[in-house]
């Protein structure tokens, strides 16, 4: 088996349009023209996107102080008044004076080479644009003429339960990390936890994006994976650093390419972080960010508390101090990691004179765990046969596919695309001996296995 050498600038076309076609994600609004920064997710994207959301809580399950929590879409203004996100989360907005299009200043800057930190002020990104202007064209319409760069807040409003217009301003959540902070109290107070401990919570976030792009990379409406970490001051550190040795081992774990995966700190701390570091993922449009690991002090919870008026101090039992908690965060996107794990996948080769496309996922996290199919789809005891296979894996696995569409070189072809592990065909030989042809996905070798023996076969594959 040969796997050929892919091109990194049509990569993203080929996973983009594969998704489409077998039915992983879809263009939100599509029969409308679209509606940009947002997709749908088609049956195959679903089976994927809960394996790596099951994958993640386990986990943390596994963490034995962790605790669990699903908290609110809409929550009061005042939440994002104390956080910090009203008044300073926004993207430099550039407007072409010429097709009116809006663009992101650091993207177009990003463009012709020069990297923008995303912590630069106002003033400071426009005397970068400034200086570059006359080589900088309109992805719109090709013009090189621009207005000033603004700063666009980020949140997403809403006009639920606003009355009149005196009524304070609603916000759809812009990360889920906020409505872990507002109730560590209530976690607290529930008596069977203690300092320390973590709350993590998966959920969907908003983010009012100028210029959504690269697929699943950065959307208007995503979903995300968030721990927040509570402790002692003087031991926040150590967790930090455990943290990310966790998280890197994590993604090994799931069987991503290690020498595609690096850490990489943040050069420019905001006031309030003690340390911070992302772990980037080589995508085919280069190296960016999957999960961010951030030890943020006390600024949330204190923040909270001067806005609130709600003591968010802990008070130690055994010696009696008080204080307020220091939190590390590990947050990573749920569609960043699918799309991750779909540019990890994602092979070209032949199996002997046979080109093929596959989606070589782990097992664990591969949408269809098997697919049970009768050599020829005109034999009644074949199909009965065939059948009774797949009634008992369906019930003991789930993802398990019955196809019988085309000849089985096509099958097996359709099946290594969507990234089905294993192949489970009945034969004329089946009736006699009771045994099926199990085929695996990535070396395309058959075997013979009893019946009676598949599930405790494949089990053992996918763990």
């Avoid at 995303?118 to 990104?125: A, D, H």
């Avoid at 085919?284 to 690991?293: V, Y």
């Amino acid at each position: 088996m040969k796997e050929e050498k892919l091109d990194k600038n049509n990569l993203m076309e080929k996973i983009v349009s594969l998704c489409k076609r077998r039915g992983f994600v879809f263009q939100g609004s599509e029969i409308y023209g679209g509606f940009a920064g947002t997709y749908d997710w088609g049956s195959l994207g679903v089976a994927l996107k809960r394996n790596i959301t099951d994958t993640w809580n386990k986990a943390m399950q596994d963490h034995p102080n962790m605790t669990f929590l699903d908290s609110s879409i809409f929550t009061s203004g005042k939440v994002w008044e104390a956080s910090g996100h009203v008044s300073g989360f926004s993207d430099p907005l550039i407007v072409c004076n010429k097709c009116k299009e809006k663009s992101r200043a650091d993207h177009l800057l990003e463009n012709i080479g020069i990297k923008a930190d995303e912590k630069l002020s106002e003033l400071e990104i426009n005397k970068i644009f400034n200086e570059s202007r006359n080589k900088i064209k309109c992805p719109g319409c090709g013009a090189k003429d621009f207005g000033k760069v603004h700063a666009s807040n980020l949140l997403a409003t809403s006009n639920l339960g606003m009355l009149d217009e005196n009524e304070q301003q609603v916000y759809l959540r812009g990360e889920t990390a906020q409505g872990i902070y507002i109730n560590y109290k209530n976690v607290l107070d529930t008596g069977f936890v203690s300092i320390p401990f973590g709350i993590a919570q998966i959920g969907k976030a908003f983010r009012n994006e100028i210029s959504p792009r690269q697929f699943l990379f950065r959307k208007r409406e995503f979903e995300q994976m968030e721990m927040q970490y509570f402790c002692n001051p003087n031991e926040a550190m150590d967790n930090y650093e455990i943290w990310k040795k966790e998280r890197m081992e994590y993604y090994q774990m799931l069987g991503i390419n290690p020498k595609k995966l690096r850490f990489k700190p943040h050069e420019n701390l905001v006031f309030y972080a003690k340390a911070a570091c992302d772990i980037e993922y080589e995508f085919p449009f280069g190296w960016n960010e999957l999960e961010g690991i951030h030890y943020r002090g006390d600024y949330d919870l204190t923040q909270h508390q001067k806005f609130s008026g709600v003591d968010m101090k802990f008070c130690d039992e055994e010696t009696k101090e008080k204080y307020i908690p220091h939190i590390v965060e590990t947050s990573v996107g749920v569609d960043r990691t699918v799309l991750m794990v779909l540019c990890d996948a994602y092979c070209e080769d032949k199996i002997g004179e046979s080109e093929r496309v596959v989606l070589k996922f782990p097992p664990k996290l591969a949408p269809i765990v098997c697919a049970v199919s009768p050599l020829l789809k005109n034999k009644p005891e074949l199909i009965s046969k065939a059948k009774d296979v797949f009634d008992v894996l369906k019930a003991e696995f789930g993802r398990v596919a019955w196809d019988d569409n085309g000849n089985i070189g096509k099958r097996y072809r359709r099946q290594d695309e969507i990234g089905t592990p294993y192949c489970i065909v009945v034969d004329f030989d089946t009736l006699a001996d009771n045994t099926v042809t199990v085929r695996d996905r990535d070396t395309g070798e058959q075997e013979r296995i009893k019946v009676e023996n598949l599930k405790s076969y494949i089990k053992e594959k996918i763990q």
